[in-house]
């Protein structure tokens, strides 16, 4: 079975922090992409990427960055948390372009105070 | 801006009846269709996908797809308490391959 593991289940952070949120899959997918949900909001594409070092932005990409350096591991950076951050964050993968079906971590329930 | 739409619920059935979820789409061009299952506190999972129109059958789940119409639907036969979740509809956005696009769910209430 695929397993997409994430860092942490809940974090509460300051106002103004550097927020890093780890990611890890042993599946060797190419893919991988962060999500934020947020009630009545859905999920919401925040950064994917289909490679090593590469990234693109997704639907929400501001005030968040990512790193890719390794396959299996994709990083969000919250570079200055704010409140409007808090929320659940999803890392998922999925094999290939043409093979969509992502797999998805348990989520951080991330909280700026 | 492509969309995908999707009743938000609560869609309340008893036990054993069949549950119908229902999801229309924007984009043309989309070729897979995705249907996940939310449990509260938990991260979604893959349980369908269908790729060509007509049905597709896995155990009490039948996903539908009608690509003239654009719209994707999910059926659950003989509902269980434990079916009910949050039911997310993704589509893959075909112009940037691999990114999929999720409604906002319906959430589904199984009643003993």
């Known amino acids: 079975d695929v397993k997409v593991t994430q860092s942490s289940r809940y974090l509460v952070k300051r106002t103004g922090e550097k927020v890093f949120l780890e990611c890890v899959q042993d599946?060797?997918?190419?893919?991988m992409f962060w999500y934020r949900q947020d009630p009545g909001l859905g999920l919401r594409l925040i950064y994917f990427?289909?490679?090593?070092?590469?990234?693109e932005k997704g639907d929400i990409p501001e005030g968040y960055s990512v790193s890719r350096e390794k396959k299996e591991r994709f990083s969000l950076i919250l570079e200055s948390a704010s409140t409007n951050q808090t929320s659940m964050y999803l890392c998922?993968?999925?094999?290939?372009?043409?093979?969509?079906?992502?797999?998805f971590g348990s989520g951080t329930q991330l909280s700026v105070l | 801006q492509k969309e995908v739409e999707q009743n938000s619920g609560p869609l309340s059935v008893p036990e054993g009846a069949i549950a119908s979820l229902n999801c229309t789409y924007s984009?043309?061009?989309?070729?897979?269709f995705f249907w996940y299952r939310q449990y509260s506190g938990k991260s979604p999972e893959l349980i369908m996908f269908?790729?060509?129109?007509g049905d597709k059958e896995d155990g009490r789940f039948t996903a539908q797809l009608n690509k003239a119409s654009q719209y994707v639907s999910l059926l659950i036969r003989d509902s269980q308490p434990s079916d009910s979740a949050t039911y997310l509809c993704?589509?893959?956005?075909?112009?940037?391959?691999?990114?999929?696009?999720f409604g906002q769910g319906t959430e589904l209430s199984v009643k003993p």
């Open positions: 998922a993968s999925s094999f290939s372009v043409t093979n969509e079906k992502l797999f």
């Open positions: 599946m060797d997918h190419e893919n």
């Open positions: 990427s289909y490679d090593v070092k590469m990234k």
């Open positions: 984009d043309r061009g989309s070729q897979s």
């Open positions: 269908i790729y060509s129109n």
């Open positions: 993704a589509v893959n956005d075909y112009n940037q391959g691999g990114k999929l696009i």
